[in-house]
């Protein structure tokens, strides 16, 4: 079960650095 949320944590992390890099190219394209 621990090693299951530990999962589960990184992998939403990984989404929301994934998400966060996309939004950031998407503003820098948008704006250059």
Excluded: G, P, R
């Amino acid at each position: 079960m621990v090693f299951y949320c530990k999962c589960t944590i990184l992998v939403h992390f990984q989404i929301q650095q994934s998400v966060a890099f996309i939004a950031k190219s998407y503003w820098y394209f948008e704006t250059s």
